[in-house]
């Protein structure tokens, strides 16, 4: 069984910060790309931020110089550090998973429930 949690979203500011983290268990996570994408109301979901296996890296244009995705293999978790947040940035935070399950030999993607973020005065 695979599962992503999610956790750090909230209620911040406009110009703060907040970090993302996304717990991965059933899969083999340093052979995984992982990512988050948001959902805001009324919109598609859209790619934040991307990491390779290898630890190359993408970011979505409006985020890039703000957002840092990172990962820790060693602990099973994606980090999303989000500065400088504005308004716009106001979503649902998923956790992704490009992976193959523990027990299986065939890649597969995968999601977590969500975290809110919401940036307002």
């Known amino acids: 069984q695979v599962q992503l949690v999610e956790s750090g979203g909230g209620l911040v500011q406009p110009g703060g910060s907040l970090r993302l983290s996304c717990v991965a268990s059933g899969i083999y996570f340093s052979s995984s790309a992982m990512g988050w994408y948001r959902q805001a109301p009324g919109n598609q979901r859209d790619l934040v931020a991307v990491?390779?296996?290898?630890?190359?890296?993408n970011y979505a244009e409006s985020v890039k110089g703000r957002f840092t995705i990172t990962r820790d293999n060693a602990k099973n978790t994606v980090y999303l550090q989000m500065d400088s947040l504005k308004s716009e940035d106001t979503a649902v935070y998923y956790c992704?998973?490009?992976?193959?399950?523990?027990?299986?030999?065939?890649?597969?993607?995968?999601w977590g429930q969500g975290t809110q973020v919401t940036v307002s005065s």
């Open positions: 992704h998973a490009d992976a193959v399950q523990f027990g299986t030999r065939y890649r597969s993607t995968y």
């Open positions: 990491i390779t296996s290898g630890s190359s890296t």
